[in-house]
């Protein structure tokens, strides 16, 4: 019969485990280890508590802001220049109605 590497591996666990309570320091070591852990898993569970109550992300939000700032520049920027043209027209008009009321009288 051959021998799966699972097998190997659950023996090799086995032998591991029963040497590990005969040694004093090795069973010193794994309750340290089993300490450590135990905080570790605390630790853990205090970050995976603060990650839930985070606010969520807000740089798509920020994203989108910005560029609807440029697109509302871009517009102010074009509704100004329209303003000067229509500004213009305005003062070419007035010139052309005062140069027609000295051209003739009006009641």
Known sequence: MKL???HILLGAITSL???SCEDPRLVQK???QEAELTK??????LLEERL????EDQSLKLKEARLKQQNLEA?????DSEVV????EKKKLEEDYKMY?????VP
């Open 40 to 45: 570790l898993r605390g630790e853990f569970a």
């Open 30 to 32: 794994h309750s340290q």
């Open 85 to 88: 043209s229509l500004e213009e």
């Open 4 to 6: 799966k590497p699972v």
């Open 75 to 79: 517009e102010l920027e074009s509704l």
């Open 52 to 55: 839930k109550t985070m606010p």
């Open 101 to 105: 009321q000295s051209r003739y009288v």
């Open 17 to 19: 485990s029963l040497a």
